[in-house]
């Protein structure tokens, strides 16, 4: 489904990918781990072309992301994003902001966008919320509004990025449960996160990146008791240890 | 002062018809300038943002070049200079068979300055309040043009509201230099009234009142449509 190769990527001097590969089959679910600044947001960030690359190749469902001649609006449109900050439009309903993708780039007409709006949120969990601002919602509710809008234009696969890591401890599980669900009716997904527990029940695979580089790749039972870095190793004992 | 104050001679014609006359050109020069200085200014201010290196770059050139030229200097390049620059025919066409040079020249002249200072406040709205939210917006699959439409400028609109009333009513001010190529506005109309009458100072008088409850008008207008659909709705909900 989606597929990296080889991927490079500077800032300036700075590498911050040094030749990545991986890949994510239909209805996987891969969570990518690593410290911070190890590259992670931004490798996939490039899988959806946010972030151009200096070298490698992508494919999202065999189209190619790097290619000049592919109509990156329209593959987008295939791929669900969330970020760690929401990034909701702050001057427009919860409602609007799920239908405003599909009307605009599905050109659905309003009603048939809300309805299908509606049928997103109840799936959220946001039923009661449909006309609330984003300032009107707490941070695990915009988050998951965030969810709905990513899941509003029917994505082949979802990308996370950091979806939890902004949030308050207490609002953590009720956007973690929502993707868990999702990943449930065979989603495919790559998520970028810190939430080990998550990684442990739903992951399928684990990727853990440290300097730009994929250091491990390998299924979760056997990332979590048997990491072939040493790098991993110290890790896990970190994060594992609270 | 030694100076015999005579009101009345403005109720006279034909000075109380020039003032009106000149009150309606000021009205046009000032509208007809602010359509085009939001219209040029909004395009180069999404511009100045477009993630394309010569985009940015075509938009910073007019900003730069527009609003460090005076603006009565601009009105004189765009009159005098401009039109012999132009191949002969339309060079000879704009002087002798555009209706209304002055006019044209004057709302082109004064919108092209206002729309650099309006371009750079739009660009700073968006900057501070709506640029992060691009990417998500791209992630959607919108396109560009779209994001800024639908997201990014409604959002910079809002938060640059205050310095776009005060950039208007500088342009309903800056509508009297217009009266250096002939354009009959409040202004001149003043001055020619003082040629014909010696009541100067009553005829600039009333000019100045005029002038005042214009600016008045146009704030209380802007704060009309701040409440109906700008951020001072969000303040109020949210408070």
């Given at each position: 489904m989606i597929v990296l190769n080889d991927i490079h990527k500077s800032y300036g001097r700075t590498q911050v990918l040094r030749g990545c590969t991986a890949a994510v089959k239909l209805g996987?679910?891969?969570?990518?781990?690593?410290?911070?600044?190890?590259?992670?947001?931004?490798?996939?960030?490039?899988?959806?072309?946010?972030?151009?690359?200096?070298?490698?190749?992508?494919?999202?469902?065999?189209?190619?992301?790097?290619?000049?001649?592919?109509?990156?609006?329209?593959?987008?449109?295939?791929?669900?994003?969330?970020?760690?900050?929401?990034?909701?439009?702050?001057?427009?309903?919860?409602?609007?902001?799920?239908?405003?993708?599909?009307?605009?780039?599905?050109?659905?007409?309003?009603?048939?966008?809300?309805?299908?709006?509606?049928?997103l949120l109840a799936r959220v969990g946001l039923s009661s919320k449909l006309s609330s601002r984003p300032d009107q919602l707490s941070g695990g509710q915009q988050q998951r509004v965030s969810i709905a809008r990513a899941l509003s234009m029917d994505p082949k696969a979802m990308l996370f990025d950091e979806p939890t890591s902004a949030l308050d401890p207490e609002m953590v599980n009720e956007v973690l449960e929502v993707m868990q669900a999702l990943a449930l009716d065979g989603m495919t997904m790559m998520v970028v996160t810190h939430e080990m527990g998550f990684a442990q029940r739903v992951a399928e695979r684990v990727?853990?990146?440290?300097?730009?580089?994929?250091?491990?790749?390998?299924?979760?039972?056997?990332?979590?008791?048997?990491?072939?870095?040493?790098?991993?190793?110290?890790?896990l004992t970190k994060v594992l240890s609270h | 002062m030694n100076y015999n104050w005579d009101w009345g001679v403005l109720l006279q014609q034909p000075y109380w018809g020039w003032l009106w006359s000149g009150l309606g050109w000021t009205l046009l020069i000032s509208l007809g300038s602010w359509v085009i200085a939001l219209s040029v200014g909004i395009s180069a201010g999404i511009a100045r943002c477009m993630p394309n290196r010569a985009i940015q770059i075509v938009a910073s050139v007019y900003i730069e070049v527009f609003r460090n030229i005076p603006p009565l200097v601009q009105l004189f390049l765009w009159y005098f200079v401009f039109p012999e620059l132009l191949p002969d025919a339309l060079g000879l066409w704009i002087k002798r068979d555009l209706p209304n040079p002055e006019y044209v020249t004057a709302i082109v002249g004064l919108g092209l300055f206002a729309g650099a200072r309006v371009a750079e406040q739009i660009r700073a709205g968006i900057a501070a309040v709506g640029i992060h939210l691009l990417p998500a917006a791209l992630a959607t699959g919108l396109r560009p043009l779209q994001a800024f439409r639908l997201i990014l400028l409604p959002l910079g609109l809002r938060a640059v509201f205050g310095p776009l009333t005060s950039e208007f009513l500088i342009t309903v001010k800056m509508s009297s230099?217009?009266?250096?190529?002939?354009?009959?506005?409040?202004?001149?109309?003043?001055?020619?009234?003082?040629?014909?009458?010696?009541?100067?100072?009553?005829?600039?008088?009333?000019?100045?009142?005029?002038?005042?409850?214009?600016?008045?008008?146009?704030?209380?207008?802007?704060?009309?449509?701040?409440?109906r659909f700008g951020a001072a709705k969000y303040r109020r909900a949210s408070s």
């Open positions: 996987e679910v891969v969570v990518v781990c690593g410290p911070s600044g190890s590259g992670k947001s931004t490798l996939i960030k490039c899988v959806n072309g946010l972030v151009p690359i200096d070298r490698g190749s992508i494919t999202v469902d065999g189209v190619s992301v790097t290619d000049k001649h592919t109509d990156l609006p329209a593959l987008r449109a295939q791929i669900g994003m969330v970020f760690q900050n929401f990034e909701l439009y702050p001057h427009m309903t919860a409602l609007q902001n799920v239908s405003l993708a599909q009307i605009h780039v599905l050109k659905r007409s309003r009603a048939e966008a809300d309805a299908r709006s509606e049928q990727l853990f990146m440290d300097g730009g580089e994929i250091l491990e790749d390998s299924p979760k039972s056997q990332f979590f008791a048997n990491p072939s870095t040493e790098r991993a190793r110290q890790f | 230099i217009s009266l250096t190529i002939g354009m009959l506005e409040l202004t001149a109309q003043s001055r020619h009234i003082e040629n014909y009458t010696f009541h100067g100072l009553e005829a600039f008088a009333v000019a100045t009142v005029v002038y005042l409850l214009l600016g008045l008008s146009v704030t209380g207008l802007m704060r009309v449509i701040d409440r």
